[in-house]
């Protein structure tokens, strides 16, 4: 149980961050936001029947985007362990998925401060 607190305060912190990222981002013209995810993790992640990807994440990184400026999002569903891969090349514009603040993932991407207490 707390290790999955754990991950979703770090997924709540990088959706944070990218929110702030993106409000910081003035005057630019509408369009979409890449988001990178892993989806069997419901409610935060996870993919209907139909094949829409939704859960609280999505759905939050979907209301930063559009006060952000951004017309929509488009959510990649990808193997957890090349999330921060696809953020570094470029591939995505912002991951939305749980991951556990460590040192070697501070060297990597920026992380808030925690939004949930455990």
């Known amino acids: 149980m707390k290790n999955s607190l ?4 770090a997924l709540v912190i990088l959706i944070a961050a990218a929110g702030f990222y993106l409000l910081a981002q003035p005057g ?4 979409v936001l ?4 892993n989806t069997p993790f419901p409610p935060f992640e996870y993919t209907l029947p139909n094949g829409t990807i939704t ?3 999505i759905e939050v990184i979907r209301a930063l985007a ?7 999002i488009q959510v990649k569903d990808m193997p957890f362990d090349s999330l ?9 514009d912002v991951i939305a998925a749980g991951l556990t603040i460590t040192p070697e993932r ?3 991407v920026s992380f808030t ?6």
């Open 34 to 37: 890449v988001v990178g995810t």
């Open 6 to 9: 754990m991950v979703g305060i």
């Open 106 to 108: 501070q060297q990597q």
């Open 55 to 57: 859960g609280f994440d």
């Open 113 to 118: 401060a925690p939004l949930l207490a455990g």
């Open 28 to 31: 630019q013209q509408a369009r």
């Open 84 to 92: 921060i891969t696809a953020l570094q090349q470029g591939q995505i």
């Open 66 to 72: 559009q006060r952000s400026g951004y017309s929509d």
